[in-house]
């Protein structure tokens, strides 16, 4: 049997890079199954290790060159100018009789990634045996489009109450667990200079928080004045921790950003980039946490690291509530910021409540991972049906 794992962007995003990897075990964990990668960056998932993760990691124009398949796709690609039969063939070879996951699980989060999937999914459909979306949250304004996209899976894991909620509530048949990456391991190197264990801030910042070249948006003002408070009011170091690192959409711009204007301090660390094991390793060892990155903050709610989410959209907010059963106080929306100190006072309430968020995650994160894992159990029921 063969699992194909799709909608990857590429491990350059530690968070699709923890999808995979926690995947990855729980279906062969599960069922007896090669995992096979359809990545959009096979060379960002061999550089992080993924090659040695799945069985096989292939790439949209990777085709057996030597079939004659190919070679009917060629001719009438050539002759007929038929533009899509190469893909279609390559679709063909890639999902025959397969089980396909989706582990986009933010693809109905955003308009331009719904359209593609919606696509996407539909050509899939005719060649594979299950189809599954696998970890996923969805936002309350769902098209007739992607509602008869979604009742079109065999299976639908959720990983947080706000999304099932939504999805129910259009009468799509869900299953909610928790995501995946609540499963990945962690590896501990060694903590660069400045990095004092137990008592240092992990701080993860996003550009999709507006206008953070310019150093004027109120985002990017709420994380200048935490790091002030941060260096003014306590002996904590802060690490700036970057989580994902695509060129066009990398952490590291605003954390360079904020590590030029408080590099002076001598208190505050850039930290390099590293897989998503190895930055679990270093978050896990913060103090406290304050990301706007989900899986960042995966990361330290699975270590028992006090966390405050900067969040941008549902999934952050159901997470947070099915952890500590509200999101007031553990989540700041980026959106409706409307002075700088919003994230600061946030911090506060994190800061006063240490010991009791701490227990709370001890107690919670074990039978989290339980929900997590119980997602392998469904993917062998559903083969079973």
Not at 18 to 44: F, G, H, M, Y
Not at 92 to 98: A, E, I, M, P, Y
Not at 281 to 286: D, E, L, T, V
Not at 333 to 346: K, W
């Given at each position: 049997?063969?699992?194909?794992?799709?909608?990857?962007?590429?491990?350059?995003?530690?968070?699709?890079?923890?999808?995979?990897?926690?995947?990855?075990?729980?279906?062969?964990?599960?069922?007896?199954?090669d995992?096979v990668?359809?990545s959009?960056?096979?060379s960002?998932?061999?550089?992080?290790?993924?090659?040695?993760?799945?069985?096989?990691?292939?790439?949209?124009d990777e085709l057996?060159?030597?079939s004659l398949?190919?070679?009917?796709s060629?001719?009438?690609?050539?002759?007929?100018?038929?533009?899509d039969?190469l893909?279609?063939?390559?679709?063909?070879n890639?999902?025959?009789?397969s089980?396909?996951?989706?582990?986009?699980?933010?693809n109905?989060?955003?308009p331009?990634?719904?359209?593609?999937?919606?696509?996407?999914?539909?050509?899939?459909?005719k060649?594979?045996?299950?189809?599954?979306?696998?970890?996923?949250?969805?936002?309350?304004?769902?098209?007739?489009?992607?509602?008869?996209?979604?009742?079109?899976?065999d299976?639908?894991?959720?990983r947080?109450?706000?999304?099932?909620?939504v999805?129910?509530?259009?009468?799509i048949n869900?299953?909610?667990?928790?995501?995946?990456?609540?499963l990945?391991d962690?590896?501990?190197?060694a903590?660069?200079?400045?990095?004092?264990?137990?008592?240092?801030?992990?701080?993860?910042?996003s550009?999709?928080?507006?206008?953070?070249?310019?150093?004027?948006?109120?985002?990017?003002?709420?994380?200048?004045?935490?790091?002030?408070?941060?260096?003014?009011?306590?002996?904590?170091?802060?690490?700036?921790?970057?989580?994902?690192?695509?060129?066009?959409?990398?952490?590291?711009?605003?954390l360079n950003?904020?590590?030029d204007?408080?590099k002076?301090?001598?208190?505050v660390?850039?930290?390099?980039?590293?897989?998503?094991?190895?930055?679990?390793?270093?978050?896990?060892?913060?103090?406290?946490?304050?990301?706007?990155?989900?899986?960042?903050?995966?990361a330290a709610?699975?270590?028992?690291?006090?966390?405050?989410?900067?969040?941008?959209?549902?999934?952050?907010?159901?997470?947070?509530?099915?952890?500590?059963?509200?999101?007031d106080?553990?989540?700041?929306?980026?959106q409706?910021?409307?002075?700088?100190?919003?994230?600061?006072e946030?911090?506060?309430?994190?800061?006063?409540?240490?010991?009791?968020i701490?227990?709370?995650?001890c107690?919670?994160?074990?039978?989290?991972?339980?929900?997590?894992?119980?997602a392998?159990?469904?993917?062998?029921?559903?083969?079973?049906?």
């Amino acid at each position: 049997m063969k699992t194909v794992l799709y909608m990857h962007g590429g491990s350059g995003n530690h968070g699709c890079e923890a999808l995979v990897r926690t995947t990855t075990k729980i279906v062969k964990d599960n069922i007896d199954s090669d995992v096979v990668l359809w990545s959009q960056a096979p060379s960002e998932d061999k550089f992080y290790g993924i090659n040695n993760i799945v069985n096989k990691i292939v790439a949209t124009d990777e085709l057996n060159k030597n079939s004659l398949n190919f070679l009917i796709s060629y001719f009438k690609f050539k002759i007929l100018k038929k533009y899509d039969a190469l893909h279609r063939q390559f679709m063909k070879n890639l999902f025959k009789d397969s089980i396909a996951i989706s582990i986009g699980g933010d693809n109905y989060c955003y308009p331009w990634s719904a359209k593609q999937g919606v696509e996407l999914d539909r050509e899939i459909r005719k060649y594979c045996k299950k189809n599954v979306f696998w970890g996923c949250s969805v936002e309350d304004d769902l098209t007739q489009d992607i509602i008869k996209d979604l009742k079109g899976f065999d299976l639908i894991t959720v990983r947080e109450s706000l999304s099932y909620t939504v999805l129910r509530k259009h009468g799509i048949n869900a299953v909610q667990v928790a995501d995946p990456a609540f499963l990945l391991d962690k590896k501990e190197l060694a903590l660069p200079d400045r990095f004092i264990e137990g008592n240092t801030v992990g701080i993860n910042v996003s550009p999709l928080i507006n206008d953070y070249e310019s150093g004027e948006s109120i985002a990017y003002k709420n994380y200048v004045r935490l790091i002030e408070y941060i260096l003014e009011n306590s002996d904590m170091n802060i690490c700036l921790i970057p989580h994902v690192v695509w060129e066009y959409n990398n952490d590291r711009l605003p954390l360079n950003l904020l590590y030029d204007k408080f590099k002076y301090s001598e208190r505050v660390i850039l930290l390099k980039d590293y897989n998503c094991e190895e930055l679990k390793g270093f978050i896990s060892r913060c103090r406290f946490f304050v990301g706007a990155r989900t899986h960042a903050t995966i990361a330290a709610y699975s270590t028992c690291v006090p966390t405050l989410a900067v969040g941008y959209s549902i999934k952050s907010k159901g997470i947070a509530r099915d952890l500590f059963g509200t999101y007031d106080n553990y989540v700041v929306p980026v959106q409706s910021m409307t002075s700088d100190s919003e994230l600061t006072e946030a911090f506060k309430y994190i800061v006063i409540n240490e010991k009791q968020i701490k227990d709370r995650l001890c107690k919670t994160i074990p039978e989290y991972k339980e929900k997590a894992k119980s997602a392998g159990k469904l993917l062998s029921d559903m083969l079973e049906r």
